[in-house]
């Protein structure tokens, strides 16, 4: 097979013929890395689009980015055995969604008039819902169960133009389950079309058995936990659950610090239900994205776009708690903080849809339809420091494109409620073909 590991490879494709091309596209969204990954500020309105614009792949890899015109001169049209008509279509790169809990058992749809009377998010846990419902079932089931239902998920989400995801684990909270969970995603990884990149959150809540004894958990977390998941090569990233009753900001320090020392990546969810001051902390640790910041305050807001970190925003997540407040997409793009925006796939908050978020991402944090696109692609993809392969479509990068039954990219948030995908691309091969089945 024809591989390149990085965009900049261009002299190689100079002279091969695609296996695969896209044609008349109406809007071809490129989000060329020359105007910067991760966008920030007035540059994550930038899509790059080509209009008529056309792509050519081999392999796995995109070897042509055009006008429509220039990839007719350039190949044999009619000896290439896979073309795409996108005439009225608009073309993208797949989705990547940063910040999901694929792996789990059960369901908490009770839960919901919970919410309607007014219970919080915290009162939910103390009744023995939320979190610890999950992890009771989650340690329950067998690991054949959890990858059955990760592919269920994982199916959803590729016909929604998914394409590559961040899984985390979180509900085990038991050096055992927490493996078992991660052992799923590395069986998913391998088996469905689909790429994850596994994540470790052991310090996901607080497991019964160790009720009014954090320390002595945080300690099980670094003592046992990250050393046997390190070695074992489960995960690449170490996720935290800072906020108040949960880890504090010093236990999160500690079990960062163990991780990174141990070679996992850091990433933390931060300021979701009151302000920790997380995002201070996310900045002292520099970690690679911080997930929610409903509520973080300006100066550490600062701080993170001091320091590059990525704010990965879960519109779903206070839509599904029915808050009034969302995080302050508006004021980090004026502080120039790169913004990502993932679904937050959970048991709480079930949604398999990148195109759902895209809308309440414009209509309740006030993006803007280009940069909802551009958090949904490019800037995520700098949250799993995969930007030198996928998240904007340029020669040399991997095939992960999603065909759109609409003509621009306005649609995506404005036609919210239905699936508008028409095909999906992954590694140069079709595997989402809604128009066979029309």
Request: proline residues 5%.
């Amino acid at each position: 097979m024809f591989v390149a590991s990085a965009y900049s490879k261009k002299e190689i494709f100079t002279d091969i013929d695609p296996d695969l091309v896209i044609f008349h596209c109406n809007e071809l969204v490129t989000m060329n890395t020359k105007f910067g990954a991760p966008r920030t500020g007035e540059d994550m309105s930038e899509l790059a689009i080509i209009e008529d614009g056309a792509v050519a792949v081999k392999d796995d890899r995109i070897i042509f980015i055009g006008a429509t015109d220039e990839l007719i001169s350039k190949y044999e049209f009619g000896k290439i055995p896979t073309k795409i008509d996108a005439t009225n279509k608009l073309v993208t790169p797949g989705f990547i969604d940063p910040h999901t809990h694929i792996i789990f058992e059960g369901s908490r749809e009770k839960e919901l008039l919970m919410k309607l009377e007014g219970k919080t998010y915290i009162e939910i846990l103390k009744a023995g819902g939320g979190i610890l419902k999950t992890v009771r079932e989650t340690r329950q089931a067998p690991l054949e169960k959890l990858v059955e239902n990760g592919k269920k998920i994982l199916d959803r989400m590729i016909s929604y133009g998914t394409t590559t995801l961040e899984a985390k684990s979180g509900y085990g909270l038991t050096t055992e389950s927490e493996i078992k969970q991660l052992r799923a995603i590395e069986i998913l990884n391998n088996e469905h079309p689909i790429d994850i990149i596994p994540t470790f959150l052991g310090a996901h809540a607080i497991p019964p058995e160790y009720e009014n004894k954090t320390e002595e958990y945080v300690k099980h977390i670094i003592s046992d936990m990250i050393p046997k998941i390190a070695k074992e090569g489960l995960a690449e990233f170490c996720d935290v659950f800072c906020e108040e009753g949960i880890f504090s900001i010093k236990q999160t320090r500690k079990i960062l610090k163990t991780a990174i020392r141990y070679g996992l990546k850091p990433q933390i969810h931060i300021d979701e239900i009151v302000d920790t001051n997380g995002a201070k902390l996310a900045s002292e640790m520099k970690v690679i994205q911080a997930g929610h910041l409903l509520k973080s305050n300006d100066e550490g807001l600062k701080a993170m776009a001091e320091n590059g970190v990525i704010a990965t925003l879960l519109p779903g997540t206070p839509f599904c708690l029915m808050l009034d407040e969302y995080a302050s997409a508006r004021k980090m793009i004026e502080l120039e903080i790169p913004i990502a925006i993932a679904t937050d796939l959970n048991p709480n908050c079930w949604t398999e849809s990148m195109q759902m978020v895209i809308t309440l991402a414009c209509y309740l944090m006030k993006l803007s339809p280009p940069e909802a696109l551009t958090a949904a692609t490019i800037n995520s993809a700098c949250a799993i420091l995969r930007q030198d392969e996928i998240g904007s479509l340029e020669i040399g990068k991997k095939a992960d494109l999603v065909v759109f039954d609409v003509p621009s990219h306005e649609f995506l948030p404005y036609h919210y409620g239905v699936n508008l995908v028409l095909k999906v691309i992954k590694n140069g091969k079709i595997v989402v073909d809604n128009e066979l089945s029309t």
